[in-house]
């Protein structure tokens, strides 16, 4: 079984700082493709920032310049430093990696159930 589980958010004032986490577990053969997304209430999931296996970043424009997305292999953990934090970044805040259970199995997308970020005007 494998899981994805974030921490670290809460209520920050605007122009605060905030650094999430997203720990995996369970059954890992290999990590590649790990990102963050968010939702908002009556808004669809939009992407936030992604990491390959390797470091490559990606970043919506909303956030770029503000967020730094960082992954730790050893540790299996995500992080997504989020600074100068304006009200509009409220939402909840979901770990999505791309996993390989085991050698000779399928890799497959998860999800974690989801941190919420509440930025104070």
């Known amino acids: 079984q494998v899981q994805l589980v974030e921490s670290g958010g809460g209520l920050v004032q605007a122009g605060g700082s905030l650094r999430l986490s997203c720990a995996a577990s369970?059954?890992?053969?290999?990590?590649?493709?790990m990102a963050w997304y968010r939702q908002s209430p009556g808004k669809e999931r939009e992407f936030v920032a992604g990491?390959?296996?390797?470091?490559?970043?990606n970043y919506a424009d909303s956030v770029k310049g503000r967020f730094t997305i960082s992954r730790d292999n050893a540790k299996r953990t995500l992080y997504l430093q989020m600074n100068s934090l304006k009200s509009e970044d409220t939402a909840v805040y979901y770990c999505?990696?791309?996993?390989?259970?085991?050698?000779?199995?399928?890799?497959?997308?998860?999800w974690g159930p989801g941190t919420q970020v509440t930025v104070s005007s």
């Open positions: 999505n990696a791309n996993i390989r259970p085991t050698v000779y199995g399928r890799s497959a997308v998860y």
């Open positions: 369970g059954n890992i053969a290999s990590i590649n493709t």
């Open positions: 990491i390959t296996d390797i470091g490559y970043t």
